[in-house]
């Protein structure tokens, strides 16, 4: 069994007015010996921002800001901007997150070239209607049903005068392109898809998407299998590019007498076809166990985010009961053999 091991709590929330209700989910990067944080910082209320720390080594804090590096501006981001993530492709760095209107969750694009300045390039994902869903995905009868349970919003259609649209979250860049394409994950719950070899991201119009949906199928790339997984699963953390192939580690949920428990997860993806899964952990990487991961603003959950790597160490940060930011650490070549010891 892979040895895992809990460092602890690395940012906590504080009473600056930005982060005074929680600060979780991080995306990571590191440069040199430094690794950057960029977290959801929450405002009593539920409006979320974007903090930043600096980490001098896995753990150490060398500085932090005390106001946000990112706020909304646009109205479908208004309610707040959640759950970062972080890539370098050549010499720009791509941050995806979710934007938040009060009513509509939809993953979103900003780039930088210094990690200071970032320029909001929008909304990637398509603005699709349940009906609009449900119509096009009934031309495919072995979709699963879970896909109409958990995307149609108690049956509501539109709220303070805003459409409703199909919840698209968790929008994950490779941090390369493959075969000198993009290719990035999206997360329609209750499963994991995968949009690849696009050259550029204006190909992502209304026909793509149609597209897209008419053959949706064959853009899942996980689905929920083991029992700690088998509600849903989403996105975590960059994919890690390694010689056995591209390490997922992504969160899976499942339902249980104390709600729903959120545990970190593992996969392997080919490098040239990351349609393709490799191997999967039959069992969490790791869950809820102390009373930081247990107790919190939701109960009950590690959500990783961001992943680093140090010598053969990886280190995962993830939110903690979507109150704090914690981290996890192990030995990157031990996960990758149990890994290939549980090939599909």
Same mark, same amino acid.
């Given at each position: 069994?892979?040895?895992?091991? *809990? ?19 991080? =995306? ?77 969750? %939809? ?61 698209? *979250? ?6 390369? *392109? ?62 890690? #590019? ?15 007498? *104390? ?8 996969? +392997? ?24 991961? %247990?107790?919190? #603003? ?21 939110? =903690?009961?979507?109150?704090?930011? =914690? ?11 149990? +890994? ?5």
């Amino acid at each position: 069994m892979l040895n895992v091991k *809990k460092e602890g709590i690395v940012i906590e929330k504080t009473q600056l007015d930005f982060e005074n209700e929680g600060v979780l989910n991080p =995306a990571a990067i590191r440069e040199g010996d430094m690794v950057h944080l960029f977290y959801r910082a929450v405002h009593e209320g539920n409006h979320s921002t974007i903090g930043y720390c600096l980490l001098n080594g896995p753990l150490k804090i060398e500085n932090r800001l005390f106001k946000p590096i990112m706020v909304p501006e646009f109205d479908y981001e208004s309610q707040g901007i959640e759950d970062p993530r972080l890539v370098k492709i050549d010499d720009l760095y791509y941050l995806t997150y979710t934007a938040y209107d009060g009513v509509n969750a %939809l993953g979103c694009l900003a780039t930088s070239t210094d990690l200071i300045h970032f320029d909001k390039k929008g909304i990637m994902v398509p603005l699709i209607t349940y009906e609009e869903f449900n119509k096009l995905s009934n031309t495919n009868p072995s979709m699963d049903s879970k896909y109409f349970r958990y995307n149609q919003h108690d049956g509501i259609l539109e709220k303070d005068g805003v459409i409703m649209l199909v919840w698209d *979250k968790n929008v994950i860049f490779f941090p390369r *392109k493959i075969n000198g394409k993009f290719c990035f994950m999206h997360r329609i719950r209750p499963e994991i898809q995968i949009v690849v070899a696009v050259d550029s991201l204006a190909e992502l119009t209304l026909t793509f998407w149609q597209n897209y949906f008419l053959h949706f199928n064959d853009y899942v790339l996980l689905t929920p299998k083991y029992d700690h997984e088998i509600s849903y699963i989403g996105g975590g953390c960059p994919p890690i #590019e390694t010689e056995m192939g591209w390490l997922l580690i992504y969160h899976g949920v499942k339902d249980s007498l *104390k709600g729903y428990v959120y545990s970190a997860c593992a996969a +392997l993806l080919d490098l040239e076809n990351p349609q393709k899964e490799i191997a999967r952990l039959p069992y969490p990487l790791f869950k809820p166990e102390y009373v930081w991961e %247990l107790k919190g #603003e939701v109960n009950n959950v590690c959500f990783p985010t961001g992943a680093v790597v140090f010598d053969d160490v990886l280190y995962i940060y993830y939110g =903690a009961a979507d109150e704090r930011i =914690a981290c996890a650490s192990m030995s990157l070549s031990e996960l990758l053999k149990e +890994l290939v010891q549980n090939k599909i």
